[in-house]
């Protein structure tokens, strides 16, 4: 009997020491312009809809327009322990690094979501005026056709056109002159790249260059978005706090409503040749416009967030401009035969070429960056396929990348609660 109660005993502390090792403390650490509120509805879909023992979680709001050593220092100083992980979005994710380059000890696992671990080139848009040129050309396109007129609708100074046939979209007005710059601006608004932030989280600045090769051992998580075309309206509706989907329909009724108006004036090109002219280019304008709205947005915005880029480069060609009857005069009078191979029998030209950068990206940050490719502080990559960088805040959305996670998806058991 004595030996019965020992053996109960050791299976109820075994069974005590697997819950306890499963059970863990998690900080919940926002991105830029975020706050307490910002990761609620993550944590508390694990909290209390899965049911994971977490113990004692955290969420704090933390300056984010200081900088990214003033963010870590705040995130710091409130978080971390024993046996305790940090779950972190965007920006946080960079402060979480450098808490734990300061400290390998803080926590015992790192999971960053839509991370700039390699920095943010739609910081560098909106400093070197790549944004202000996409809103500008938004507008001009957008803008020809109402600027040119049509006979198919009613068109309101100073707003946009209005179809006279009682279609109507958004209130019963295309706000034409803002489509691109109200888009642009709501996703530019919620990033709020401002101050030091804006230039430590700017790819290629001091603070990018000089975190790039450091590492720990601390076990990492990267989790990436891959958000699908269209990239611009998807993640301007989720911004807006529609969703992704809503930002996908309204570009295709833009996109149908332009089109509509174009193709009516090309047959009125055809009913009327008398005014060819002026149907014809009325055709052409609002084409502009919807070809923006389909192709132009999503390219220019991918250029705007680095995630389609142009990187040229050169080398030297040596080319050689004497025959072989040539080479042997040149080097019968010309000794040594260094003139001949250098300067009588051939020339130098500089070759220009052009490598086309076209990547994955969650709408705000390419692949690359939040992957922290050839970064030193590496980790573990994971896709977040569909997923936006605003979406990363969103239960529903994410909830299958970061339970994989949490299931101990990488056979660590230092990320596993369960």
């Known amino acids: 009997m004595k030996n019965l109660n020992k053996f109960w005993f050791l299976l109820l502390f075994l069974y005590a020491s697997i819950s306890l090792a499963q059970q863990r403390g998690v900080d919940w650490i ?15 879909y694990y909290q209390n809809v899965q049911n994971r023992p977490i113990i004692s979680p955290t969420r704090h709001s933390y300056v984010t327009n200081n900088g990214v050593l003033a963010m870590a220092s705040g995130v710091q100083g409130l978080t971390g322990g024993a046996n ?10 960079v402060a979480v690094r450098q808490v734990d380059i300061w400290n390998q000890g803080q926590w015992s696992g790192i999971v960053t979501m839509g991370a700039p671990l390699r920095g943010a080139r739609i910081a560098n848009s909106a400093q070197n005026g790549t944004s202000v040129n996409f809103i500008n050309n938004a507008i001009y396109q957008m803008m020809k056709g109402p600027n040119a007129g049509t006979s198919m609708t009613s068109l309101v100074p100073g707003f946009g056109i209005r179809i006279a046939q009682g279609n109507t979209l958004l209130n019963e007005v295309i706000y034409s002159v803002n489509v691109g710059q109200l888009a642009t601006q709501t996703i530019m608004n919620q990033v709020g790249l401002v101050g030091q932030t804006a230039t430590d989280l700017a790819q290629g600045s001091g603070y990018m260059t000089g975190i790039a090769g450091t590492h720990t051992n601390t076990p990492k998580i990267f989790i990436w978005g891959s958000e699908t075309d269209p990239i611009f309206w998807r993640t301007m509706g989720s911004m807006d706090g529609h969703g992704d989907e809503w930002g996908r329909v309204i570009s295709r009724d833009i996109y149908g409503l332009y089109k509509f108006i174009s193709d009516a004036e090309y047959v009125h090109q055809v009913l009327y040749p008398w005014s060819l002219l002026i149907h014809g280019n009325r055709g052409d304008a609002w084409k502009a416009g919807y070809q923006w709205v389909d192709t132009g947005a999503n ?22 401009t004497c025959d072989s009857y040539g080479w042997q005069q040149c080097y019968a009078s010309n000794p040594p035969p260094g003139y001949c191979e250098n300067v009588a029998c051939a020339r130098e030209e500089t070759v220009y070429f052009a490598i086309y950068h076209d990547e994955p990206s969650d709408g705000i940050v ?11 502080w590496w980790g573990f990559p994971l896709e977040a396929p569909g997923v936006n960088h605003r979406e990363m805040r969103n239960a529903e959305k994410i909830s299958s990348s970061l339970s994989w996670v949490l299931d101990g998806g990488t056979n660590e058991n ?5």
């Open 30 to 44: 926002h991105g830029m312009g975020g706050d307490a509120t910002s990761l609620e509805e993550v944590a508390n």
């Open 84 to 93: 305790r992980i940090a779950i972190s979005h965007s920006m946080g994710g």
């Open 299 to 320: 390219d220019g915005w991918r250029n705007v967030i680095g995630a389609k880029y142009t990187e040229t480069g050169s080398y030297i060609n040596r080319i050689i």
């Open 366 to 376: 390419p692949a690359s960056s939040q992957r922290n490719d050839n970064g030193g």
């Open 414 to 418: 230092i990320f596993r609660i369960r």
